[in-house]
């Protein structure tokens, strides 16, 4: 391209353009009105504008700082131009009497309104030509400004045929969402007329904008396709449950399964009787009880003969699941070994070694399970519980470690973070789903209020009452950010005062500063009901269950989030008692916050939840940041355009089915040569 020489090239690879058409992909942020002037006497303070006057005064004073003070006047009124950072030259070219023209935000200041660091260019005393389009902003680089972003977009716009951007979407398809082609929406979006309306744009609603949003939108899900694709194409083993350890396991449960738990094991059993490797998530609100789910389906694996790793997010939730699967299998006769940092060193080599010569088929653990040293002799299925920590990148690389001899394990992954069925299926598109939609019977559902922390006497005085009827109680301590020492300390601090506060009740602690062993024994006391309340940090938030607590309180709700206290909130009204949950708030709350503990009050539904938490948040905070790749979107807002989700779907399947060629190129597009890509490449 013209002007465009190796530091600059290297500055838009920055922004991820290699390619001349890649700049009509640098999408603007927002747009700013320049087709107008305004009267210096009809300006509002606060807006941007575009004003036209003569130079009266320029003069460099030291008020604070050293700085230039422009005075220009249009006939209608008088504006001053202030700049800290200016040159000599500026200060030649800005005589008494030159005609300048200059954009900025209008600010009130000492004398009068005011522009700060205007951009500015001298004219012509007759008018000069204005701008004739909105102007575009968009999201640069250090070393590249904006002007010469938008000048090199402006020259690729004037002097590339635009036919050699192949669109890639089947013109029916778009033309049936009412939608305009690839073409003029970019040429609308960079260049949007002067009449456009900005409001429009800014919320992006407008077509040419829904248009590259369905685009990108598309390109993701169909990149996960892929992913999905390339995943499955690899050789499995086929589990048959020879020993018939599944159906022994499920017997010899006190309860019946769900027909939900059945039938998202259903699923599982038909996936792991093929020879294509398993890549199935299970979607299911807290307490919906997948942990029997996903040993039913180890106890499958084991019962062929081989290897499974089940594979927690914490030495606390790993320590629980191996508790849970010894109970489970030592009656069907198996070992199930240790492997997280918690493990003494000696018995961990002994573990090590059982997994390495196949002697132990059940390996659970925290992602120590898949460090150096580790080596399982037969893994064929591979367990994640709550994903929701875990992004796409590493399932893949899980997936490659877990493979032996060019057969690759099977993936369970089971989150307890519920999204609504369509973005499930966009931002887990790599993924099988299975949804567990119903919890077991017999649960009375909780009981949420929200109590200023004025009244916390009348709370803690509650938990004496609770203890004698021989129920136990969690208290979560504030959320504060700064460090783990700061949230552990407050921890020590709380659970001292509730201690003494409350005389005969045994109160424990968990915090993540303490050692691993430590917190197994306190979590352990819980469970066994020596500890009647326990004091903890979020640490535990996902997954521990202790079905005799019936009383959760939650110190300072008003700072977390929804999905979050819904997680914490899911710690108790696990068995058939009814369950109160406790937010204490500080005052004064602030919107957000009263939505949220509103919203927390009224529905136990976790997918109800997620629906708020997305509106309230965004997707980027539910879903987390490094999940899928869709909490980077240039243009798309998976809430904004929710409802162009069926039809992404929908066309991603006719694309799959007739356009195969056209998929890699769309997704190189949008999202890239990104790492995510992988194996795909
Ligand atoms: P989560 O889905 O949150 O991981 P868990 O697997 O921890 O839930 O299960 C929550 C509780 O429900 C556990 O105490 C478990 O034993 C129990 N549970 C699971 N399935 C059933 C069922 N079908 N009937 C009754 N209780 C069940
Ligand atoms: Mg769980």
Known sequence: MRGVGAALAEKLLRIGVSQVQDLLFVLPLRYEDRTRVESIGALIPGTRAVVEGEV?????????????????????????????????????????????????????????????????????????????????????????????????????????????IRDWIPAKVVSSLGLPPLQ????????????????????????????????????????????????????????????????????????????????????????????RPMVRLIQGDVGCGKTVVA???????????????????????????????KAWFAPLGLDVALVSGSVPARTRKSALELIASGEVRIAVGTHALFQEGMDFKSLALVIVDEQHRFGVQQRMRLQ????????????????????????????????????????????????????????????????????????????????????????????????????????????????????????????LAFKNGKIQLLVATTVIEVGV???????????????????????????????????TCVLLYRSPLSQLARERLKAIRETNDGFEIARKDLELRGPGELLGTRQTGLAQLRVADLVRDADLLPHVHETAELLLASYPDNIAALAMRWVGTAERYGRVG
């Open 56 to 164: 009266q005064l320029t003069e460099v004073t030291f008020r604070r700082r050293r700085q230039m003070l422009c005075r220009i006047s249009d006939g209608s009124g008088f504006l001053t131009l202030r700049f800290f950072y200016f040159s000599a030259a500026q200060q030649n070219g800005l005589q008494r009497g030159t005609r300048i023209r200059c954009f900025g935000e209008i600010r009130r200041g000492p004398f009068g309104l005011e522009i700060v660091h205007p951009e500015y260019r001298r004219v012509a005393a007759e008018p000069a030509p204005l701008e004739e389009t909105l102007t575009p902003i968009y999201s640069t680089t250090e070393g590249l400004p904006q002007g010469r972003l938008r000048a090199l977009i402006g020259q690729v716009l004037d002097e590339l045929d635009t036919t050699a």
């Open 184 to 275: 003029d929406a970019l040429g609308y979006v960079h260049r949007p007329p002067r009449e456009a309306e900005i409001e429009v744009l800014a919320a992006g609603f407008h077509p040419a904008q829904r248009r590259l949003a369905f685009e990108e939108l598309l390109a993701h899900h169909l990149s996960l396709k892929l992913i999905k694709h390339e995943a499955k194409a690899e050789p499995a083993t086929v589990l048959i449950d020879g020993e018939g350890l599944a159906d022994r396991f499920i017997e010899s449960l006190p309860f019946p399964l769900t027909s939900a738990q059945r039938r998202a094991l259903r699923d599982v059993d038909a996936d792991l009787s093929l020879n």
């Open 295 to 325: 040993a039913a389906a180890a106890a499958r694996a084991a019962g062929s003969g081989l290897q499974v790793a089940l594979m927690a997010p914490t030495e606390l939730l790993a320590e629980q699941h191996h508790r849970n699967f």
């Open 400 to 523: 490659e470690k877990g493979q032996k001899d060019g057969r690759f394990p099977h993936q369970l992954i089971m989150t307890a973070t519920p999204i609504p069925r369509t973005l499930a299926m966009t931002a887990y598109a790599d993924l099988d789903i299975s949804v567990i939609d119903e919890l077991p019977p017999g649960r009375t559902p909780i009981k949420t209020v929200v109590i200023p922390e004025e009244k916390r006497a009348a709370v803690v005085a509650r938990i004496v009452g609770l203890c004698k009827e021989g129920r136990q109680a969690y208290w979560v301590c504030p959320l504060i950010e700064e460090s783990e020492e700061l949230r552990s300390q407050a921890a020590e601090e709380t659970a001292a005062s509730l201690a003494e506060a409350l005389p005969g009740v045994h109160v424990g602690i968990v915090h993540g500063r303490m050692k691993p062993a430590e917190k197994d024994a306190a979590m």
């Open 545 to 579: 269950d202790v079905p005799n607590a019936t009383l959760m309180v939650i110190e300072n709700a008003e700072r977390m989030g929804l999905a979050q206290l819904h997680q914490l909130r899911g710690r108790v009204g696990r068995g058939s008692e009814a369950s």
